[in-house]
């Protein structure tokens, strides 16, 4: 069993940073890709930002120059910075892994439960 959890979301005003953690555990062999989706009230799941267990990233153009990931290999943690936030950030952000388990060594695909950034004046 492997599980995904989030946090630090909450309700920030226009301009203003927030710092999303997802740390992984269970019986986990290796993880190769994280990364971080977001869906917004009424409009599907978009890909927001993820990182190779390499370390390199990719970025959605909208969050270009103001969002950063980063992942602690050591500790199956991922980190999303968002700075400069705009109203259009509004969604539940959700982190995801592409991993390794095992017994049976297996590869899957997991999903936190997702946590709420609210971008308001």
């Known amino acids: 069993q492997v599980q995904l959890v989030e946090s630090g979301g909450g309700l920030v005003q226009p301009g203003g940073s927030l710092r999303l953690s997802c740390a992984a555990s269970?019986?986990?062999?290796?993880?190769?890709?994280m990364g971080w989706y977001r869906q917004a009230p009424g409009k599907e799941r978009e890909l927001v930002a993820a990182?190779?267990?390499?370390?390199?990233?990719t970025y959605a153009e909208a969050v270009k120059g103001r969002f950063t990931i980063s992942r602690d290999n050591a500790e199956n943690t991922v980190y999303l910075e968002m700075n400069s936030l705009i109203p259009e950030a509004t969604a539940v952000y959700y982190c995801?892994?592409?991993?390794?388990?095992?017994?049976?060594?297996?590869?899957?695909?997991?999903w936190g439960p997702g946590t709420l950034v609210a971008v308001s004046s």
């Open positions: 269970g019986s986990i062999f290796s993880i190769n890709r």
């Open positions: 995801n892994a592409g991993l390794v388990i095992t017994n049976p060594y297996e590869y899957i695909e997991v």
């Open positions: 990182i190779t267990s390499g370390g390199t990233t």
